[in-house]
């Protein structure tokens, strides 16, 4: 009966351990090999496309708080006349998203249309179980699609992941950034760690007019179009049965109430008009930057693109990353950068003041890596982590948008960056990165910083660091989730 019951259990830890083996490595495989960048890229890839003569249809205005990115949010959905387009990698319950979700709804009532794409990590662990999002999926004029859904029963599919970030209305204006939908970037919460982030509105001054089409709006769109017709998208919950359930009628009911009171609690947002033209910047060009949009192992289409346009800097070159995770590759081509370009600085988080342990894991590891490369590295130690990705080259260019400088942007996940040519917006953007800035500690080498005297280094439990180190051994296979 021992033997049997030993034998059972033999049986059940191999079975557990290729079941784990079969889960890691239909995960991992697929991204095992770094792509290189096509003939292709390299081919289309024309310095002057990022510039313009003169000021275009657009405008620009830098959404750095997170109350500014709530407040334009409302006033731009709740002008909405005839499409909503919301994409995002993450959606959580919360005041944010009820507010955003009340005005959509109240929207599609009055006849709106509206697309919400939202990657399938998220759609498991936040959409699935709540009926909050249901009320609004079961709505005629309201269509929910999950980028990629999780099925462990394919794990090969897993780590591909949408992480575009970005709100259209009409043909009117966008938002477009490194936010996700949730709490901790949205919104002001007195008392609370949040996310310190970054994000451009674009203003079409052509709206409805015969120029319209002019705008970067739509390369935004388009370039929605082609993801939201991918077969990996799958419909939300869309069946009107499911407004008759008592749970999804309540968060209806709620989310009705919710935009009543939005608008009498801020009729400033929700009914008087905002003077556009007069609060943006002029720009001679946007332009949208995009990475392949398949779930799997990618070209690093975005960072040979930026990095292109950096090497063309006269002056300087500014990089606001959240982390920095890199390959020989990239290395190689920072070193060019550093050798070409007088002044290239890069901004990165802590590992004391970050919110990312698998980057901070990796960082710690490969540091030495980062700084052989010339770069002038600075670590950001405000209290608050910054999620924000930006990029300033000279006076005049400059980049927002989701694209982190980590193997995870570069080679797994879709991305976006928008690059603007507008000197008053760039000198905008200057102002926003020193006031980060001042808070850093600047890197000397692989151990040493010089630090400002106001900055504090948080301090980290030595279960934490240690926890870093067997992340990184363990991880040192797969450093492209990074």
Same mark, same amino acid.
């Given at each position: ?7 059972? +259990? ?31 890229? %390299? ?63 109240? %929207? ?8 919400? &794409? ?13 009926p909050l999002f ?22 090969w599919k897993s ?87 008592? %749970? ?15 608008? %009498? ?59 920095v995770v890199t ?47 010339? &770069? ?55 102002? +926003? ?50």
């Amino acid at each position: 009966m021992k033997n049997g019951t030993k034998r059972l +259990a033999l049986h059940l830890l191999q079975g557990t351990l290729l079941l784990f083996a079969y889960l890691v490595a239909g995960a991992f495989l697929p991204f095992s090999r770094y792509k290189k960048v096509t003939k292709e890229t %390299k081919r289309s890839f024309r310095p002057e496309d990022y510039k313009g003569k003169e000021p275009c249809v657009d405008r620009a205005l830098l959404l750095e708080s997170g109350r500014s990115a709530w407040e334009f949010r409302m006033r731009l959905l709740n002008q909405a006349k005839s499409r909503i387009i919301l994409s995002t990698f993450d959606m959580r319950d919360g005041e944010c998203a009820r507010d955003v979700l009340a005005v959509i709804l109240r %929207k599609a009532k009055e006849g709106v249309k509206a697309q919400i &794409l939202v990657d399938g990590f998220s759609g498991l662990l936040r959409l699935e179980p709540n009926p909050l999002f249901y009320a609004v999926s079961c709505h005629p004029n309201v269509e929910i699609k999950i980028y990629n859904p999780i099925n462990l029963l394919k794990p090969w599919k897993s780590q591909g992941r949408m992480h575009d970030k970005y709100v259209i209305v009409d043909d009117y204006a966008y938002i477009l950034g490194g936010r996700n939908t949730f709490d901790y970037f949205i919104g002001e919460k007195e008392g609370k760690r949040v996310g310190l982030d970054r994000e451009v509105l674009i203003y079409n001054t052509a709206h409805d007019g015969s120029h319209s089409r002019e705008s970067s709006l739509f390369q935004v769109e388009a370039y929605f179009q082609k993801v939201w017709s991918l077969d990996v998208c799958r419909t939300f919950h869309k069946n009107a049965e499911l407004a008759d359930r008592q %749970k999804i009628r309540r968060q209806i009911r709620l989310l009705e109430e919710r935009y009543e009171n939005l608008q %009498k609690r801020h009729p400033e947002l929700m009914d008087t008009p905002f003077d556009y033209a007069s609060n943006t910047r002029p720009v001679n060009r946007v332009t949208l930057v995009s990475g392949p949009i398949g779930i799997y192992g990618k070209e690093p289409r975005i960072f040979y693109t930026l990095t292109s346009l950096m090497r063309r800097a006269k002056k300087r070159v500014i990089i606001h990353t959240p982390y920095v995770v890199t390959n020989d590759y990239m290395n190689a081509t920072f070193r060019k950068l550093v050798r070409e370009v007088p002044d290239v600085k890069m901004v990165i988080n802590s590992v004391e003041n970050g919110d990312n342990f698998v980057a901070s894991s990796d960082y710690l590891h490969h540091k030495k890596d980062v700084v052989r490369t010339g &770069l002038r590295l600075y670590e950001y130690d405000g209290g608050h982590s910054t999620h924000g990705k930006s990029f300033v080259i000279d006076e005049d260019l400059c980049g927002i948008g989701s694209y982190n400088f980590d193997l995870r942007s570069t080679y797994m996940d879709t991305e976006l960056m928008l690059v603007l040519h507008s000197e008053p917006f760039t000198a905008d953007l200057l102002e +926003a990165m020193e006031a980060i800035e001042k808070d850093c500690r600047r890197v000397l080498d692989e151990k040493r910083y010089e630090v400002p005297d106001h900055v504090t280094v948080a301090s980290v439990p030595r279960w934490k660091r240690i926890a870093w180190r067997v992340v990184h051994v363990l991880l040192r296979p797969f450093r492209c989730v990074a």
